[in-house]
């Protein structure tokens, strides 16, 4: 069984597991660290929320969603929310995605975002083929990415 609930500080190195797992499959371009995974994701300024997916007593997968600030290396417009997807290889295509994302797009219109970003790998078939089936589109060019949006 799945419980799905906020991130913690206990799940850190769990998370880091999840996007290591990501890398070595091949659709993650370089490993992340506990520090990067503390940055990204518990980040109380831009965040928005962080949910885990957390499988007999395992986080296997996450989804995070901050709010765009200025500047930030995503080309988001301010405003918009900003998404991230992280789910083990060895469980994709289990509907951890869908779950995770029933309930970022219910902390989005919490939030009164307009937009959500996800921005893909362009060699990232999953990950496109997933934004796809939540409904986002592509919207504009990115360099050695796909950005996509979702409206509310």
């Not at 831009?46 to 996450?62: E, L, M, P």
């Not at 994709?92 to 996800?118: N, V, W």
């Not at 999953?126 to 950005?147: E, H, N, S, T």
Request: charged share 25%; hydrophobic share 40%.
């Amino acid at each position: 069984m799945i419980e799905f609930r906020e991130a913690r500080p206990a799940d850190v190195e769990a998370m880091v597991e999840v996007q290591n797992a990501i890398h070595r499959a091949g659709l993650r371009p370089s490993p992340v660290d506990a520090a990067l995974v503390e940055e990204r994701y518990f980040d109380a300024e831009h965040g928005i929320s962080c949910t885990v997916a957390d499988r007999d007593r395992g986080v296997v997968g996450f989804q995070s969603l901050k709010r765009a600030w200025p500047g930030n290396p995503y080309g988001v417009e301010e405003g918009w929310g900003i998404i991230g997807t992280h789910i083990h290889p060895e469980v994709g295509r289990s509907g951890i995605g869908r779950s995770l994302f029933a309930r970022s797009l219910a902390a989005a219109e919490a939030a009164g975002l307009r937009h959500i970003d996800a921005t893909i790998g362009a060699d990232n078939a999953p990950g496109l083929a997933y934004y796809r089936a939540m409904g986002f589109v592509p919207y504009r060019d990115g360099d050695g990415a796909i950005p996509h949006r979702f409206d509310l």
